[in-house]
């Protein structure tokens, strides 16, 4: 099991920049593909992102791209959601979450993880 404490939220303006961080902890960092979700009030979770073990390999909803990158440093044991040109629909709890160690597939969907942060709020004005 990996304990997941997600920072970085706040309020910002529409257009601005966050980052988030995801500190993970236990052995398997390096083995599990790790993603992004975000809740907004009223909807489901959805997939915002996801990275491979290395790093080598990422994937975003259409939503975001390019306009947010995920990354993880294994030394750190620590994934990032850089986020930029924020937009007032992208307000939510952003959720950090894991995949059982060794699988290598990078997925989409809520049920392919196994453990998940307690989440961070972003919140853009208009």
């Known amino acids: 099991q990996v304990q997941l404490v997600e920072s970085g939220g706040g309020l910002v303006q529409a257009g601005g920049s966050l980052r988030l961080s995801c500190a993970a902890s236990?052995?398997?960092?390096?083995?599990?593909?790790m993603g992004w979700f975000r809740q907004a009030p009223g909807k489901e979770r959805e997939f915002v992102a996801a990275?491979?073990?290395?790093?080598?390999?990422?994937y975003q909803t259409d939503s975001v791209k390019g306009r947010f990158t995920i990354s993880r440093d294994n030394a750190k044991n620590t994934v990032y959601l850089h986020m930029n040109s924020l937009k007032p629909e992208d307000t939510a709890v952003y959720y950090c979450?894991?995949?059982?160690?060794?699988?290598?597939?990078?997925?989409?969907?809520?049920?392919?993880?196994?453990?998940w942060g307690q989440g961070t709020q972003v919140t853009v004005s208009s």
């Open positions: 236990g052995r398997t960092f390096s083995t599990s593909v």
């Open positions: 990275i491979s073990w290395s790093g080598g390999s990422t």
């Open positions: 979450a894991a995949r059982q160690a060794g699988r290598r597939t990078i997925a989409t969907m809520t049920e392919e993880y196994n453990d």
